[in-house]
């Protein structure tokens, strides 16, 4: 599904350069559950950005899919975020003047459906995350824990087979936190295939495979079973 073949992210600093990624190699098959963890300049971030086509490696491959996106142009790689990728970010990125359903239904715009086809698929993707009667809402009138799982409904809502989910719980209490981790083990549970970035040992030690980066290079991958 998802796989890194000895890829670079190189920055020139003056006459240094920066590796954010020194030569990385990582196999995510479909349905899987990955969380990816490093402390802040680890190059944990790089990663998920290449992963997610919103950035291009120097040196190296990356297939998604069985397609290798790592030489794309970027309208190639915005056609292949639209179909293939879900994220959910940190700060939810929710557009405070448009309504949580018109949230929703932002990428299915992108996609060139149809309205009547956009607010049946956002309000499905609502329902799914539990919040189905707040679609006339707008941002601001729901909790911080409502609006990442909006985020969460945004990113399903054109049944993408990939969800990147970069610091999810960060901005949330630890409470509100784990309900929402507990939402994407229960959509990975159903088939998606999920990747979770963090620097956070508590959330990654909920996930079955955790793989540790540190100076641009994978440290560690390890699997191991957790009690659901």
Excluded: W
């Excluded at 069985?66 to 142009?73: A, H, K, Q, Y």
């Excluded at 390890?222 to 009690?227: D, G, I, L, N, P």
């Amino acid at each position: 599904m998802i796989e890194l073949k000895n890829v670079y992210k190189i920055y020139s600093d003056g006459d240094s350069e920066i590796r954010a990624l020194d030569g990385v190699s990582l196999h995510v098959s479909r349905g899987e559950f990955v969380c990816i963890v490093g402390s802040s300049g680890s190059g944990k971030s790089t990663c998920m950005n290449i992963i997610g086509c919103l950035d291009i490696p120097t040196s190296g491959e990356y297939h998604l899919n069985g397609t290798d996106v790592s030489t794309m142009s970027e309208k190639e790689l915005a056609h292949v975020r639209n179909r293939e990728l879900g994220f959910v970010f940190q700060q939810y990125n929710l557009i405070p003047k448009l309504t949580v359903k018109e949230n929703v239904e932002l990428p299915l715009l992108y996609k060139g459906l149809k309205p009547q086809e956009r607010s049946a698929l956002a309000q499905k993707a609502l329902e799914r995350v539990g919040l189905g009667d707040r679609g006339k809402k707008y941002p601001a009138q729901l909790s911080g824990g409502q609006q990442q799982r909006v985020s969460i409904a945004r990113a399903l809502a054109g049944n993408p087979p990939v969800i990147l989910a970069d610091e999810p719980t960060g901005a949330l209490d630890s409470k509100t936190g784990r309900e929402v981790l507990e939402f994407l083990k229960q959509l990975n549970r159903e088939g998606t295939t999920v990747v979770l970035i963090t620097h956070d040992n508590a959330i990654a030690s909920e996930i079955n495979r955790v793989v540790r980066i540190h100076d641009g290079k994978i440290i560690s991958d390890e699997t191991r079973e957790v009690v659901q």
